[in-house]
C-alpha cells in the first residue's frame, strides 16, 4: 500500500507582508515565556525587514498548508563570528545555525 502525504510544509524568505504577523507572534505570551520580551531579535528582524540589513540571521516563514506557524533564523555564523557563539564552534568546518519560534501553536 502506498501513502501520499498532501500536507505541505514550505519556507518562504521573511518580507513586509509578514511583519504584522511577526510581531503578533512576539506578543504572544508562549513565545514572550521562552524569548523573553528583549526587544533585540525584533528589532534585528525589523530592521532586516525594513532597511534589507542583515545582522546575523537571515529569517524564513514555515507553512503548513499554507498557514503561516513559525519564524526560522538561519545563519552562517562563520560570517561574522558572534562572540557568545564562539564557545560551540568547532575549530574547523563551516559553523551554520537554525533557531525558531512556533507563533502559530495551534497547526
Excluded at 10 to 24: G, N, P, Q, S, Y
Excluded at 46 to 66: H, P, R, V
Aim: proline residues 5%.
Amino acid at each position: 500500500m502506498t501513502t501520499t502525504n498532501t500536507n505541505n510544509i514550505t519556507f518562504t524568505k521573511a518580507d513586509m507582508r509578514h511583519l504584522e504577523l511577526v510581531k503578533e507572534w512576539f506578543n504572544s505570551p508562549h513565545v514572550q515565556e521562552f524569548w523573553g520580551t528583549s526587544d533585540y531579535t525584533w528589532n534585528n528582524f525589523t530592521n532586516n525587514i525594513l532597511n534589507g540589513k542583515k545582522e546575523l540571521f537571515d529569517y524564513w516563514i514555515a507553512s503548513y498548508n499554507n498557514e503561516p506557524f513559525s519564524l526560522i533564523m538561519t545563519s552562517d555564523a562563520s560570517e561574522d563570528n558572534p562572540v557568545y557563539l564562539m564557545p560551540f564552534l568547532e575549530s574547523d568546518g563551516q559553523p551554520l545555525t537554525l533557531d525558531y519560534l512556533i507563533g502559530n501553536k495551534n497547526i
